[in-house]
């Protein structure tokens, strides 16, 4: 699984403050801790005002690249902030994201050509995200399309399907996989990537509900998942699943972390 930590996100209350009183310190110590834990590319999402977007991002970027080699996933909404930021990232990673809204793959695919970024592509358009497994793989497609006129292949691009919550739409889970599969069918080298929090949007225990979606999504082939690499229960629940899916030659990834006391309780 390739991991993409979170944890550097303006939209956080404790990251959101500590933007606010530019406590550098705080989002240092987050860079260093997720990539320690393993992170291979760190989100980083400045979540502010559209006004103080670029600068702030600039700043975050600044301070997770002095701390860390891990390389960043460039995280916005605004395809324009992405185009402003790029030239600060010192070595190329993931942007996050584009989709069929407005122009943004016009703005970004062309910035990314001929380099070694990749991008996560949401299956989302101007009507939002898509009911049916077919809308969002019609749009999967489109993107995938598109990206291949600027020499783009399928294995730069991670699909991020959107999986609304399971609150909202009981098949949830079910259309993911499903949307992941067909993509997976007509484009064998792309990667399905997840943020997997928004499963268990307004249900109780949510860390056991995106365990449990962490390991189904795995399961059926999700290659890159958006989350915290500091939680010990979403580890654990990711190298069992690797572990049983025999993934892990002699269960030696989940015997070491065991060893290591980064899974299992506290002593
Ligand atoms: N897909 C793509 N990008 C995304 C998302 C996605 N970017 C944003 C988001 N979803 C993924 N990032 C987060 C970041 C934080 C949390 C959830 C998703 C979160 N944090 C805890 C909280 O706020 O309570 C606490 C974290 C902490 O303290 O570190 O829930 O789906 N492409």
């Given at each position: 699984m390739i991991i993409i930590g979170e944890?550097?996100?303006?939209?956080i209350p404790v990251v959101k403050k500590a933007i606010e009183e530019k406590d550098a310190d705080f989002i240092r110590q987050r860079a260093i801790d997720q990539a320690e834990a393993g992170a291979h590319y760190l989100d980083v999402c400045a979540?502010?005002?559209?006004?103080i977007e670029v600068e702030t991002l600039k700043w975050l970027m600044d301070i997770v690249q002095d701390a860390v080699d891990t390389p960043l996933c460039i995280d916005s909404p605004n395809p324009r902030t992405i185009e402003a930021v790029l030239?600060?990232?010192r070595k190329p990673g993931i942007i996050n994201s584009v989709s069929e809204e407005g122009d943004k793959t016009d703005v970004i695919y062309p910035l990314i050509a001929g380099t070694d970024w990749q991008v996560i592509a949401l299956t989302c358009d101007n009507d939002g995200i898509p009911k049916t497994a077919q809308a969002r793989i019609d749009i999967a497609k489109s993107l995938v399309e598109k990206a291949a006129k600027y020499?783009?292949?399928?294995?730069r691009i991670h699909l991020d399907p959107l999986v609304i919550a399971l609150a909202t739409d009981n098949n949830s889970v079910h259309n993911f996989v499903e949307t992941m599969r067909d993509i997976k069918e007509m484009y064998p080298t792309i990667k399905i990537t997840s943020?997997?929090?928004?499963?268990?949007?307004?249900?109780?225990?949510?860390k056991v509900i995106n365990q449990a979606f962490l390991t189904i999504a795995t399961f059926f082939g999700m290659d890159s998942a958006i989350m915290d690499p500091c939680s010990r229960d979403m580890i654990a629940a990711l190298l069992a699943t690797e572990a049983l899916m025999g993934k892990d030659r002699h269960c030696r990834k989940y015997n070491d972390a065991y060893r290591k006391g980064k899974i299992g309780p506290l002593k």
């Open positions: 944890k550097i996100n303006g939209t979540g502010t005002s559209p006004d030239k600060y990232a020499d783009i292949a399928p294995d943020g997997l929090s928004n499963i268990s949007f307004g249900m109780p225990l949510r």
